[in-house]
């Protein structure tokens, strides 16, 4: 389906650009952190309050009267955890700040008679109050992980600013303690204890104090990140995923990419109608949609509406990865993001695919070499396997996944032979050996989602590994030949990025700066399969749809390209956790199977 989508109000609306990040939340954020940094160095250095910055360190919240360095590094540290709070909106962080400036600007005047402190504080307190109305977003879910990164990262930030601390004052320092003296009085100060290393005067109150503070600081905000507000993880309700699939009845032949859109891993929002959804999962911070809304395309502008209104209630950054050219049009008109072309959906027409010809010898003599090694194939609807050939499918899917985390988001599924998915579609390689392997004489699994109903759309590629290679090939041109019978006129292949740079780059006449973009995804090809992924596509003489990454700013562009790694598996910022601290999957449905199986499909 093509053509002019009207908005909500039946008038096509002219295309502007999408909201910026607000200024004000901008600007308040860098000067907490502007702040943060110069409390820390008047309370760490010395010689800090006697240099040219003398003057503005003095009167900064957090430098009070005798506990000035504990209090400078106290209000510094929490200002710059706060910064990235106040830049994203945050209701709490504004909270925060709101207390933690008045009261420096009261300590100033009360201890130190300050006007010009007072009028610092109030330069940062007065556009905090006036534009209160931009701090609304909500808290992020909680998460252990989230609370243990913290403690991991503030003990080992506190430890090193406490070496700094206690190597600071070397004209006060009694003796010449070793460096293991030194780390030993930071652990015993963190905690509130006099350590091994001495000084004169008044500079060991002064250590004690920052190095208390800083271990304050560190217990205080694990435990809030450990005990605040969870929001259960992101997932399918069984009303969900009845609705989704009556949308996806009657609108699913439209993109290829909607029955993914049944991943239980992915939370929805519905427009007002009811008749259009969007799903999406939450990533790092980013608020990450795949292929098009689900439904009408009349009621997309209330579902993308929804979405949006969820991303800026959390403080999120929307994006959209792999819609069609349909969807980037009213993506881009409805919200007024950009979109960006990211490559092709390899695309192949049954009734125009055939072996014959020059094009397609290479792939005809790999078939028919494998068929003579004693390969048959077996093209199945999901419904049609026996739950024991099923449970030996699945098993060596996970058995042959070649890595330990699984992969897929935009474009898989996430399970096989789920009695809700009867209409997958299963294309398996079997070869009789003379002694059969654990999962019997199946060599190779292809599986396919429905698109609409006369297609289907890959999902996932397994094959064994001591079998002869082309199993993939021998797949899907099995596939291609059986889809008549089963009604198929159209089979969605692999999705090939940036493959209109990797065709244009090595054709004769291409620029150097062509050229060189070529070299550089070639490079990165020996990670990601961007190239590999395309010349396979390339064999079966696809039609290429282009796909579209929808963003709102092109600073979030690595940003969000980091969050579709993430989710797509193929990058992982989570240190490995202890069982009782992971966060727990949902209780599957009774219809599930298991939510563990992830395919292989996106590069």
């Not at 503005?56 to 430098?63: I, Y």
């Not at 709490?92 to 933690?100: N, Q």
């Not at 689900?294 to 991303?311: K, L, Q, T, Y």
């Not at 969605?492 to 060189?516: C, D, Q, T, Y």
Request: charge should be positive; glycine fraction near 10%.
């Amino acid at each position: 389906m093509s053509g002019e989508v009207p908005s909500r109000s039946g008038r096509a609306r002219r295309i502007v650009r999408g909201p910026r990040p607000e200024a004000v939340p901008a600007l308040v954020g860098r000067a907490c952190a502007v702040v943060g940094v110069l409390d820390i160095a008047a309370g760490v250095f010395p010689r800090f309050r006697h240099s040219r910055m003398h003057a503005m360190a003095e009167v900064l919240p957090g430098s009070l009267g005798p506990f000035a360095a504990a209090l400078s590094l106290s209000a510094g540290v929490l200002l710059l955890l706060l910064a990235h709070g106040l830049k994203r909106r945050k209701r709490r962080a504004w909270r925060a700040a709101v207390v933690l400036l008045p009261a420096g600007a009261v300590s100033q005047f009360v201890y130190r008679h300050s006007v010009i402190g007072v009028l610092i504080s109030l330069a940062l307190f007065v556009p905090l109050v006036l534009h209160r109305n931009e701090f609304k977003a909500l808290p992020d879910p909680r998460s252990r992980w989230r609370a243990l990164a913290n403690f991991v990262l503030m003990s080992a930030g506190s430890l090193a600013l406490g070496l700094v601390i206690v190597s600071a004052h070397p004209k006060r320092t009694i003796g010449d303690p070793s460096l293991a003296d030194r780390i030993t009085h930071v652990l015993y100060g963190l905690f509130g204890f006099e350590g091994p290393v001495d000084y004169e005067g008044s500079t060991s109150w002064t250590v004690a104090f920052s190095l208390g503070a800083l271990g304050l600081i560190t217990a205080v905000t694990t435990i809030y990140l450990a005990f605040r507000p969870e929001h259960p993880a992101a997932h399918l309700t069984e009303e969900d995923e009845i609705q989704l699939r009556a949308l996806l009845e009657k609108h699913g032949a439209r993109d290829s990419l909607g029955h993914f859109a049944l991943r239980r891993d992915k939370a929805v929002v519905f427009s007002p109608s009811g008749k259009a959804a969007v799903t999406y999962r939450v990533v790092s911070g980013v608020m990450l949609a795949s292929g098009d809304p689900i439904g009408d395309v009349e009621a997309w502008p209330g579902a993308i509406e929804r979405f949006m209104d969820e991303a800026k209630a959390h403080s999120w950054t929307p994006a959209v990865m792999g819609c069609s050219e349909t969807g980037g049009e009213v993506w881009t008109r409805e919200t007024g993001l950009d979109a960006l072309e990211l490559g092709d959906e390899a695309v192949v027409d049954v009734a125009d695919f055939s072996l014959a010809g020059r094009a397609m010898r290479n792939v005809r003599q790999m078939v028919k070499r494998i068929e003579r090694a004693g390969y048959e194939t077996r093209v199945r609807r999901i419904r049609d396997v026996g739950e024991a050939e099923l449970d030996r499918i699945r098993r060596a899917a996970e058995d042959w996944r070649g890595t330990d985390t699984e992969r897929g988001f935009s474009m898989a599924l996430g399970r096989i032979g789920d009695p809700a998915d009867g209409d997958c579609l299963i294309a398996t390689a079997h070869k009789a050996d003379e002694q059969p392997g654990q999962y019997g004489d199946l060599k190779a699994i292809l599986h396919f989602v429905p698109w609409g109903t006369d297609g289907v759309s890959l999902d996932l590629m397994r094959r064994d590994r001591s079998a002869d290679p082309g199993m993939n090939e021998l797949l899907i041109v099995a596939a291609l030949q059986a889809a008549p019978k089963l009604g198929i006129t159209r089979i969605s292949l692999n999705f090939a990025m940036f493959r209109s740079a990797l065709a244009r780059g090595e054709k004769i006449g291409a620029g150097p700066v062509l050229r060189a973009w070529r070299g550089l995804l070639v490079f990165l090809s020996r990670w990601f399969q961007i190239e590999s992924l395309y010349k396979f596509n390339a064999k079966f003489q696809p039609r290429w749809e282009p796909r579209f990454v929808v963003y709102r700013a092109s600073g979030d562009l690595p940003r969000i390209g980091l969050a579709a790694m993430q989710a797509e598996g193929f990058v992982s910022l989570a240190l490995p956790l202890p069982r009782f601290l992971r966060r727990q999957s949902p209780v599957p449905r009774p219809c599930a199977h298991s939510l563990a199986e992830q395919g292989v499909r996106a590069a």
